[in-house]
């Protein structure tokens, strides 16, 4: 009988942030794991515990005889697929997580952590006051408008602006909690009847944020940042004046994050940051802070939203700026919860938006990992849409077999279903997969599109990405692109002509390099209908 193969891992004391080695994302037949540990509470589902107390003088190959082969992994590596490959090591299966220290541009210095739980685990937060004297549920207010300000006088004039009419027509108040401003913004605050609490920052959003709630009036509280404005608050407004508020505990609203100074490409999702106040609500998180609410509890779902230029990519200076401030305290949150798979998950996210994608992917597949260990399945999900996101970023044809697994395994919303597909159909053109596989896609893109649009909250409130590629017109626009070429490429004359008249060049975003070739280069009676219709598109791109 051929003996059985073996992975095994050593964690020392002090080795490894989380209390179990990292488990398989992909397990292998006839193969057995084993954990060797100096730390006797070291649990696992997945790897066999050999508790060693004397690991420096043990030989560890005694352990490991009866193996066929054998194959060690350092405590921070995942394995994600066929370990052998043709009878060697496929090294694109094995995932190296960087350590703590190891983070590009990153100094992370222990003697600077300041914790955020005491002795019992539990977050520090002041429990917050009981009201019992006014019309709202105990408190004089409907509403607390929170804004936590620092220097920026370019935008709070706009954020301040913009949520007056909830000021005007609700029982409300503006509190402001002044980290440090000195460049005048809190002379517009004060214009603004603004009630103003200074906390000076202490690299801790949350507790910024926690000071607002325990100095509020309201019965409810509605955090803005200082430099977002919404479009408008008519809903929200609704949502009180209705009496719907009655019914529900928190609300969500929508905050539309800007990827260029333009404003033509964006990302939406749902912003927990509005909620009724009891003893303990609060927030959670150095930075990229969360309302921590019950388990059960499903909030509103406004169609309110704000603009948000914080995560342009097109300003390097200042995305690097901000690179360095999120990740340095995002470290702290995970030293600090090493289990957390929400820090774990907003980490990945800063890589992706500073273009780490090596390292993006290296941390939504530990989420994955961890998860396995501790399950929840809302972070499971969104770190695996994140990856295919991170993939499609770094242009890695890993992409399409992930996307199958994914799509097949996890329950994806209609918008991130519509989105993984967009992106598969876009990176495709880009590689120059099969003119089928591309419209394969670009159809499944316009079908979960259509279903989007049928009953759209039901898929927002679940979206952490992909809502814009179901809302945004110049996704769609760009889809029609991407079938026109890959009609073209398959001399699907019949079919690239139909698609032609949809397309709007002013409105396309991406593939407007793709377009022009296609309509200079594509079948002869596409560049002659293309010639009719684009005459002046047709000439510029001739003269490059």
């Known amino acids: ?107 992370f210095n222990k003697k600077n952590f300041i914790p955020t739980k005491d002795e019992n685990g539990q977050y520090l937060y002041k429990e917050n006051p ?3 004297d006014g019309p709202y549920h105990g408190r004089k207010l409907l509403l607390t408008i929170g804004v936590p300000v620092s220097n920026q006088i370019d935008t709070i004039e706009r954020c301040l602006f913009h949520i007056k009419p909830l000021l005007q027509e609700l029982a409300s108040e503006l509190l402001v909690i002044n980290t440090g401003s000195n460049d005048g ?16 920052w202490c690299n801790n959003m949350s507790f910024v944020r926690n000071t607002g709630i325990f100095h509020a009036y309201g019965d409810w509280y509605l955090s803005i940042d200082d430099d977002e404005w919404f479009e408008n608050v008519e809903d929200i407004l609704s949502f009180f004046q209705s009496g719907t508020y009655l019914n529900y505990q928190a609300a969500t609203y929508m905050q539309r994050n800007y990827h260029t100074s333009s404003g033509e490409t964006y990302s939406d999702s749902p912003a927990l940051r509005m909620a009724q ?48 401030r999120n990740t340095s305290n995002l470290l702290y949150d995970i ?69 199958k697994l994914i799509e097949k395994n996890y329950p994806l919303s209609l918008a991130e279903r519509a989105f993984i597909h967009h992106i598969q159909a876009d990176l495709g053109l880009q590689l120059h997969l099969s003119p089928n596989e591309i419209l394969g896609h670009i159809r499944a893109y316009e079908m979960f599109q259509l279903q989007f649009k049928k009953n759209p909250n039901d898929s927002i409130l679940y979206s952490d990405i992909g809502i814009e590629t179901c809302t945004n017109p110049q996704f769609q626009m760009d889809a029609n692109v991407i079938a026109f070429c890959a009609h073209c490429q398959a001399n ?32 002869i009676e596409v560049q002659e209908e293309a010639a009719k219709r684009y005459p002046k598109n047709q000439k510029e791109e001739s003269n490059k």
């Open 185 to 200: 913004t809190l002379d517009i605050c004060k214009a603004y009847g603004a009630r103003i609490i200074d906390f000076p």
């Open 130 to 132: 009981l009201y019992t």
């Open 1 to 107: 009988m051929e003996r059985k193969n073996v992975i095994y891992t050593i964690l020392n004391k002090n080795d490894n942030l989380t209390p179990f080695p990292y488990p398989p994302l992909y397990q292998e037949n006839d193969m057995d794991y084993i954990c060797f540990t100096n730390q006797n509470k070291i649990n696992s589902k997945f790897w066999k515990i050999k508790y060693i107390q004397d690991m420096e003088n043990t030989n560890l190959e005694s352990y490991l005889t009866q193996y066929n082969k054998k194959f060690f992994f350092a405590s921070n590596q995942i394995l994600v697929g066929n370990l052998l490959s043709k009878n060697n090591i496929d090294e694109n299966s094995i995932i190296t997580v960087p350590k703590i220290n190891e983070i590009p541009e990153i100094t």
């Open 277 to 324: 106040i009891t003893p303990n609500l609060h927030f959670e998180g150095r930075i990229h802070d969360q309302l921590i609410l019950p388990e059960e509890l499903t909030p509103y779902q406004l169609t309110s939203y704000v603009h948000h230029y914080g995560f342009i990519k097109d300003k390097l200076e200042k995305n690097h700026e901000k690179y360095i």
């Open 492 to 523: 699907h004359t019949l079919q690239a002509l139909k698609i032609l008249k949809k397309i709007v060049p002013e409105k396309i975003l991406w593939q407007k390099d793709n377009f022009h070739f296609y309509c200079l280069n594509g079948p």
């Open 335 to 403: 030293y600090e919860y090493p289990e957390s798979l929400r820090y774990n998950y907003q980490l990945a996210k800063e890589f992706n938006s500073y273009r780490l994608y090596k390292e993006a992917c290296a941390f939504l597949f530990r989420g994955l990992s961890i998860e396995k260990e501790t399950p929840n399945a809302f972070y499971k999900k969104n770190h695996a849409v994140h990856l295919l996101a991170t993939l499609y970023n770094a242009k890695d044809k890993k992409l399409f077999h992930m996307g």
